[in-house]
C-alpha cells in the first residue's frame, strides 16, 4: 500500500470516532431523554462502543446526564448549549481539506460520513467562517494524490477561494522563485491540486495573463473590491496540467504511438505532456531536461512508438535498451 495512502487510512480510523461523538452530540442536543437502544440504533453502533463514547464526551467536559430503569436513558443537562465551534482559519482549512482529501481518493465507504461531517461541521462554524470553508470545498480541484506536506497556507487558501466564490479580484504577496516578495493584483479563477501541489488560477493584471501561481509562493492573499468574474465553464486542473506540461525545458519530443486515445491519456498524464490523435496513431509531445530520463520513461510505456524528434533521442533509448540487456544476461 502506498505511504500517502496508508497514512490517509489512519487518518481516516481516528475520524470515524470523531464522527461518531459528532453524530451523538447532535442526537443529544435535539434534547428529551434517548434510551441507549435507540441510540445505538441511530448511530449503528454497538452497545458497547455508545457506552464508550458517551465516557469520552463525559470527559471532556460535556454535560451528559443518565436515568436507569426501564424508561431511562441519557441527555445532556437541561439549559446546555454547545458553543459554536471555535475554528482558526489554518484549522478550519485542514478540517475541510481532510474530509475532501478523504472523498477525492475514492474511499466509498467513508463517502456517507464525509458528508454528513461535512455539513454537521459547517452547521456550528460561525456564520463567517462556514461561508469561506464552504467557497473553499466549491473552489478546490484535485489530479492525482494528495500531498500532505504542499506548504500552502490555510488563511491564503480560504482568502483565494472567497475571492472565487464572489468573483472579486484578489490582492497577493507572492514570492517568485528566486526573487524578493511582490505585490500582484489577480482575478482568481481556481485552485487545483495537481502531483501534490496546490496552484492557483488566474488573471495576472501585470501581463493581462491567465497563468498558474504556486499558492506555497502566497505570503498573503486580501480581497479587494473590483469583480473578477470567472469565465464560463472554466476548468481550473485541465488549465493548470496544460500550463505544467507546457513549461520549458530542455528538450522538446515529439513522438507517434500506435494506440488508442484512451490508452496513451492512461499512461501520460496531463502535466507531462500533450496528446492529439492523427490517422496514423496518436501525436505526444513531450518536455524533458535530460534525454536518458526521457528515454527511461518511454521504455515502460506498453505501447510502440515513432520517434519524431529530436533524433538524439534515439540514441538515448537504444542505450537504455542496451544496459536492460546486459541486465536481463547477467
Same mark, same amino acid.
Given at each position: 500500500?502506498?505511504?500517502?495512502?496508508?497514512?490517509?487510512?489512519g487518518?481516516?480510523?481516528?475520524m470515524?470516532?470523531?464522527?461518531?461523538?459528532?453524530?451523538l452530540?447532535?442526537l443529544?442536543q435535539?434534547? #428529551?431523554l434517548v434510551?441507549?437502544?435507540?441510540l445505538a440504533?441511530?448511530l449503528e453502533?454497538?452497545p458497547?462502543m455508545?457506552?464508550r463514547?458517551?465516557v469520552r464526551?463525559?470527559?471532556i #467536559?460535556?454535560?451528559?446526564?443518565s436515568e436507569?430503569?426501564?424508561h $431511562?436513558g441519557?441527555?445532556?443537562?437541561? =439549559?446546555y448549549?454547545l458553543?459554536?465551534?471555535?475554528?482558526s482559519?489554518d484549522?478550519?482549512?485542514a478540517?475541510?481539506l481532510?474530509?475532501r482529501?478523504a472523498?477525492?481518493? $475514492?474511499?466509498a465507504t467513508a463517502?456517507p460520513?464525509?458528508e454528513?461531517?461535512?455539513?454537521?461541521?459547517?452547521r456550528?462554524?460561525?456564520?463567517?467562517?462556514r461561508?469561506?470553508?464552504?467557497?473553499?470545498?466549491?473552489?478546490l480541484?484535485f489530479s =492525482?494524490?494528495v500531498?500532505?506536506d $504542499? $506548504?500552502?497556507q490555510g488563511?491564503?487558501?480560504l482568502e483565494l477561494?472567497?475571492g472565487?466564490?464572489?468573483?472579486?479580484r484578489v490582492?497577493?504577496?507572492?514570492?517568485?522563485?528566486g526573487r524578493?516578495?511582490?505585490e500582484?493584483?489577480?482575478?482568481?479563477?481556481?485552485l487545483?491540486?495537481i #502531483?501534490g501541489r496546490?496552484?492557483?488560477?488566474a488573471l495576472?493584471?501585470e501581463? #493581462?495573463?491567465?497563468?498558474?501561481f504556486?499558492?506555497?509562493?502566497?505570503?498573503?492573499?486580501?480581497l479587494?473590491?473590483?469583480?473578477?468574474p470567472?469565465?464560463? =465553464?472554466f476548468?481550473?486542473?485541465?488549465?493548470v496540467?496544460?500550463?505544467l506540461a507546457r513549461?520549458p525545458?530542455?528538450?522538446?519530443v515529439?513522438?507517434?504511438?500506435d494506440?488508442r486515445m484512451?490508452?496513451?491519456?492512461?499512461?501520460?498524464p496531463a502535466?507531462?505532456g500533450?496528446?492529439?490523435?492523427?490517422p496514423?496513431?496518436v501525436?505526444?509531445?513531450?518536455?524533458?531536461e535530460d534525454l536518458?530520463?526521457a528515454?527511461r520513461l518511454?521504455?515502460?510505456?506498453?505501447?510502440?512508438f515513432?520517434?519524431l524528434k529530436?533524433?538524439?533521442l534515439?540514441?538515448?533509448l537504444r542505450?537504455?535498451?542496451?544496459v536492460?540487456?546486459?541486465?536481463?544476461?547477467?
Open positions: 500500500m502506498r505511504t500517502d495512502t496508508a497514512l490517509i487510512l487518518i481516516l480510523v481516528g470515524a470516532a470523531t464522527l461518531r461523538l459528532f453524530a452530540l447532535d443529544l435535539r434534547g #428529551g434510551s441507549g437502544p435507540e440504533r441511530r453502533v454497538e458497547r455508545l457506552r463514547d458517551l464526551l463525559q470527559e #467536559g460535556i454535560p451528559i446526564e436507569r430503569g426501564r $431511562g441519557y441527555r445532556l443537562r437541561p =439549559g448549549r458553543p459554536p465551534l471555535m475554528l482559519d484549522e478550519a482549512a478540517v475541510t481532510a474530509l482529501s472523498r477525492e481518493l $475514492g474511499f463517502a460520513a464525509i454528513t461531517a461535512s455539513a454537521k461541521i459547517r456550528v462554524l460561525p456564520a463567517s467562517l461561508m469561506r470553508v464552504q467557497a473553499l470545498e466549491e473552489a480541484g =492525482g494524490r500531498a500532505a $504542499g $506548504g500552502a488563511g491564503v487558501l477561494a472567497e472565487i466564490r464572489r468573483q472579486r490582492a497577493l504577496r507572492y514570492a517568485s522563485r524578493e516578495p511582490r500582484r493584483t489577480v482575478d482568481a479563477y481556481g487545483a491540486v #502531483g496546490w496552484y492557483l488560477a495576472d493584471h501581463n #493581462g495573463q491567465t497563468r498558474i504556486r499558492v506555497d509562493r502566497v505570503l498573503g492573499a486580501k479587494a473590491l473590483e469583480p473578477a470567472v469565465p464560463p =465553464g476548468d481550473a486542473v485541465a488549465f496540467s496544460r500550463s513549461v525545458w530542455r528538450w522538446e515529439e513522438l507517434v504511438a494506440a484512451e490508452e496513451v491519456r492512461r499512461d501520460i502535466t507531462l500533450e496528446i492529439e490523435e492523427r496514423d496513431g501525436l505526444v509531445r513531450l518536455r524533458a536518458p530520463g528515454a518511454l521504455a515502460a510505456m506498453p505501447w510502440p515513432v520517434v529530436p533524433v538524439e534515439r540514441t538515448a542505450e537504455h535498451a542496451e536492460l540487456l546486459r541486465i536481463s544476461n547477467r
